[in-house]
């Protein structure tokens, strides 16, 4: 709608089965989406596997005993949050 502005966070969630084979699909829905904070999961991303995302946070949790699995969330850099580690339950907070 004209002249309204958008107040609240564009989020995008999806599993990605294996984010390397699927990075052009990924890069291409970014170049045409604005998002505040990405999502995803089933990335199967290893601790040795280098990512970034220019503009924003990475938050990586990677499983390392399978080799499928992990989730990345990436916020962008312009927002202010506080990853909590806690060793039964993980969270972000978004403020």
């Not at 604005?34 to 946070?57: A, R, S």
């Not at 990345?72 to 850099?77: A, F, S």
Request: hydrophobic share 35%.
């Amino acid at each position: 709608m004209a002249g309204s502005q958008n107040c609240g966070l564009n989020i995008f969630q999806w599993n990605c089965t294996g984010l390397f084979a699927h990075l052009n699909e990924f890069k291409q829905h970014l170049a045409q989406n604005p998002y505040d904070v990405i999502c995803l999961q089933e990335t199967f991303l290893k601790p040795g596997k280098n990512f970034t995302l220019p503009g924003f946070t990475v938050i990586r949790k990677d499983r390392e005993t399978s080799r499928k699995g992990g989730l990345i969330t990436l916020i962008k850099d312009s927002l202010n949050f506080t990853e909590i580690n806690n060793a039964r339950c993980d969270r972000v907070y978004i403020s």
